[in-house]
């Protein structure tokens, strides 16, 4: 029998200088953590561990600290200024060793705050859309609190959790947050086309939110026999579902299965998750696992950047010093891509800012984290095209690259590169 209580109780048990799991993206238990913040003038140095979380992020106000101190393992927009500022933490860390930290013991876990669905029958619920590093956290946490609400998917795979496991338990009916679809730019309507492109009937594809990726969905709906094996579960793909492009029976590791870690969207992804045997949520020490992915054939990684310097050095995670977001599944999918029969890894961004600065640069910033060095770079795609960088000398990738860049950028750059590499 599950007993459900307020949850100002339920969060009675934490205690100073614990360190506390708080899930992922779309299924932060939102009332555990606002009253986790009432009991500020209580609490003194709370971690609190966490990738990307959708939504407010009340305990790392500024007024908040002496109380909590966060320690993202991914930056968020909701945590960007406290990190930027000192008051948060950012420890870069592959995604796929994020449940390691945990099981290890690095970062032991006293508390861990989940948000699941109802209990069935049996007496399990689900993590729903976010498996990802929340089943090391439940298996490993002192004691698990948590928020169970009838709108969480329940979700197939790695992400179920049994009553008895839950210290305590608090029921809320809330929806989860909708993410709006992104305004596409012309810019990144030709990446899309130029990124499809590359794509291969019988692929195994991996890409995240936003408009690139959107971008890239919308113009593979031609393509056939499409498989995904993916971090994140987007509202683009299950509009690629629907056009038929994807049946993943060339895959060879759960062949048929769309298999993720945690999807961000809308209700209509929501509801796609919800109970549909097609779709894996797994462990992400599993689904981001290089090993893993290269079985798969022709596995296509499409991954972002904020600038790539003329030697491939990908700078993802940072500008200049300051950091923007963080390491999370890039060097997974892009390593696993490589290794993958067929495989390409693919980096695509705009070649411009919003400023009309050069995202392909002479030199990264200084100060900026190398999230894919040059060695593992392949594929780099702006909307002026592809270049192919793998196998490529410094001089030649450099040539490569200013031919994607931006024309009004390329006099520059050429002048850059031929000071260093020589004539072009």
């Not at 600038?307 to 491939?312: N, Q, S, Y």
């Not at 390409?344 to 961004?349: E, T």
Request: one cysteine or more; charged letters at 20%.
């Amino acid at each position: 029998m599950l007993h459900t209580q307020p949850a100002e109780q339920a969060v009675s048990i934490i205690e100073s200088f614990q360190r506390v799991f708080l899930q992922s993206a779309c299924a932060v238990p939102n009332a555990l953590v606002r009253a986790l913040v009432a009991r500020a003038p209580s609490l003194r140095n709370v971690e609190i561990v966490q990738l990307h979380t959708e939504g407010p992020a009340p305990y790392a106000e500024p007024e908040m600290a002496g109380s909590f101190r966060t320690n993202c393992l991914f930056v968020g927009s909701n945590m960007r200024k406290a990190v930027q500022e000192g008051r948060a933490d950012y420890t870069p860390v592959f995604l796929s060793e994020v449940p390691a930290l945990f099981r290890k013991g690095v970062l032991p876990l006293d508390v861990a705050l989940i948000h699941v669905s109802p209990p069935d029958k049996h007496g399990y619920c689900s993590l729903g859309v976010s498996v990802d590093v929340a089943v090391a956290a439940v298996q490993k946490a002192r004691y698990v609190i948590a928020q169970i609400n009838p709108q969480m998917p329940r979700s197939h795979g790695d992400g179920v959790i049994h009553i008895n496991r839950l210290t305590a338990a608090v029921q809320v009916d809330e929806p989860l947050p909708d993410l709006p679809r992104p305004e596409l730019t012309d810019a990144e309507r030709a990446i899309g086309r130029h990124v499809a492109t590359l794509v291969e009937d019988g692929a195994t594809l991996q890409m995240g939110i936003g408009a690139i990726p959107d971008a890239v969905l919308g113009s593979l709906n031609n393509h056939r026999r499409l498989g995904i094996h993916t971090e994140m579960f987007s509202d683009g793909l299950v509009d690629l579902i629907a056009s038929g492009a994807v049946t993943g029976e060339a895959k060879r590791v759960h062949p048929g299965k769309i298999v993720a870690g945690f999807a961000m969207g809308s209700k209509k992804l929501y509801d796609f998750v919800d109970d549909n045997p097609d779709v894996a949520m797994l462990d992400i020490s599993y689904v981001n696992d290089t090993h893993v992915i290269r079985r798969n054939p022709r596995v296509t990684a499409i991954n972002s950047a904020i600038e790539v310097d003329l030697t491939g050095q990908i700078c993802a995670d940072s500008i200049g010093p300051r950091q923007f977001s963080g390491v999370g599944g890039q060097m997974d999918f892009i390593r696993g891509a490589s290794l993958s029969e067929g495989g390409k890894p693919i980096i695509a961004l705009p070649s411009t800012t919003s400023h009309g600065e050069s995202r392909i640069v002479a030199l990264l910033k200084p100060g900026a984290g190398v999230v894919t060095t040059r060695a593992h770079a392949h594929y780099v795609v702006t909307e002026w095209g592809v270049a192919n960088l793998y196998g490529k000398s410094l001089r030649n990738r450099a040539r490569a690259l200013i031919d994607i860049a931006h024309p009004d950028h390329r006099a520059a750059l050429s002048e850059a590169a031929g000071a260093r590499f020589g004539a072009l």
